[in-house]
């Protein structure tokens, strides 16, 4: 299975892609997390990346395009791929769909998951976050023992700047301007499959599955 799972910070993606690629045995590629390996390895490619990252832009097209298929030349990508976070554009989504037809094969689906703004926006701004440890943690759907205070080590829990309605409404706009077109590129391909997000994970999850099942 050849997937590219799309979606809007706050929509539940991660745990989506995460259910994902355990069910189909395949790798979850996200370009953020091979740029944040090479800055780890202390690459050249991984300091570049960071310098644009860090100020909020996308990493150049021919940077992120070539680690993409490099990544594709790997053994593990036999069976199928998940990519998270990429393609980011149409020159990117553009570049996959000739990776992939040089190794004659095409994706299967393009989940694209949404959900009303005013949700995400709740959803993300109840996160609160423990200052010595990190534990992640929501005023309504997971809230500590004793409010404020971190469960596992007594710590202070936080909100960080980036959860804040204003932040997260700037997030949404820069989002859906630079994915918009992107959905748009699949549409036209009729690839695209869009989930529900407000749904519960399990019922996120059997939409999925029925939506791959209709594609065959
Ligand atoms: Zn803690």
Avoid: W
């Amino acid at each position: 299975m050849r997937i590219v799972i799309m979606g809007p910070p706050g929509v539940g993606k991660g745990t989506e892609a995460a259910t994902l690629t355990k069910t189909f045995n395949i790798p979850h590629i996200s370009t953020g997390d091979i740029f944040r390996e090479l800055y780890k390895d202390r690459t050249h490619v991984g300091k570049i990346a960071k310098e644009y990252i860090s100020r909020g832009e996308l990493v150049p097209d021919d940077i992120t395009n070539e680690i993409v298929r490099h990544r594709l030349s790997h053994p593990d990508v036999k069976k199928g791929f998940l990519f998270d976070g990429y393609p980011r554009n149409i020159e990117q989504a553009k570049a996959l769909d000739e990776f992939l037809e040089k190794k004659g094969c095409k994706l299967d689906a393009v989940i694209n998951m949404t959900a009303p703004e005013k949700q995400i926006i709740e959803r993300i701004s109840g996160r609160r976050v423990c200052e010595k440890c990190g534990a992640v943690y929501h005023v309504i759907s997971k809230k500590p023992k004793i409010d404020g205070i971190c469960d596992l080590d007594g710590g202070k829990l936080i909100q960080r700047n980036d959860d804040l309605p204003k932040t997260v409404h700037r997030r949404l706009k820069i989002y859906n301007n630079q994915t918009a077109p992107v959905i748009g590129y699949y549409e036209e391909k009729g690839a695209i499959i869009y989930i529900d997000g407000t749904k519960p994970i399990a019922d996120v999850q059997a939409q999925v599955m029925k939506a791959l099942g209709e594609l065959k």
